[in-house]
Each structure stands twice: as structure tokens, then as C-alpha cells.
């Protein structure tokens, strides 16, 4: 069975800063690429960052220059360092897994999804 737990989140200042961790088990993850979304209250869910098999990443351009998304495959795990945090980065986040190793923003192709983790940053 393949699963995805996100952790890490929580309620910072604006500002701050908050790494999410997602540990993926139920099979190989090490040559996929592997995404972050995020959806705030009332809105629909939207792509972060991904990172491919290869390695290379891709961000929103809102988050460009603040979140890096990076992965450790010795341990199933990808992360998500966030710092100046603002208040519009309120929402539930979300780790996603494609079958491929290339993936962009498209959620069509992310297969397996977790929890999500809320992260609340306060004004």
C-alpha cells in the first residue's frame, strides 16, 4: 500500500520560516518526481514546487525564491523549506507522487496523494 504523510506544519509569524517533511512507503519513490500543492480555505488546490527524478525542480511563481523543495531517496523523503512565510501562504499542503520522473504543475499527473499538513502564518 502506498502512502504519503506529510508533517512539519504549524503556525508561524509572518516572516518566518517551516520545513515540511512527506515520507513515502509502499514502493520506490527514488526515480519519480515528487510535488507539493496547497489549498487555502475557499480556494482550489494549486501547485508549489516539484522536484524530478532527475533532480531538477520547479516552483509557482509565487513562491519563487522562498521555497525549496529538495528530496533524500536514502530515506523515501522529500521537504519543503519554507522562509518569509507570508500570510497568503496559509493553507493545507499536500505531497503528491507521479509515476513518471518528469512532472510539472498538471495534478492530473500525480497519482498518490497525502494527508496535507495546515500551515497558518499569522500577520
Known amino acids: 500500500q502506498v502512502r504519503l504523510v506529510e508533517s512539519g506544519g504549524g503556525l508561524v509569524h509572518s516572516g518566518g520560516s517551516l520545513r515540511l517533511s512527506c515520507v513515502a512507503s509502499g514502493r520506490t519513490f527514488t526515480s519519480v518526481a515528487m510535488g507539493w500543492f496547497r489549498q487555502a480555505p475557499g480556494k482550489e488546490r494549486e501547485f508549489v514546487a516539484v522536484i524530478r527524478g532527475g533532480g531538477t525542480t520547479y516552483y509557482a511563481d509565487s513562491v519563487k525564491g522562498r521555497f525549496t523543495i529538495s528530496r533524500d531517496n536514502a530515506k523515501n523523503t522529500v521537504y519543503l523549506q519554507m522562509i518569509s512565510l507570508k500570510p497568503e501562504d496559509t493553507a493545507v499542503y499536500y505531497c503528491?507522487?507521479?509515476?513518471?520522473?518528469?512532472?510539472?504543475?498538471?495534478?492530473?499527473?500525480?497519482?498518490?496523494w497525502g494527508q496535507g499538513t495546515q500551515v497558518t502564518v499569522s500577520s
Open positions: 503528491a507522487s507521479a509515476i513518471t520522473s518528469w512532472a510539472q504543475g498538471d495534478q492530473g499527473t500525480y497519482k498518490y
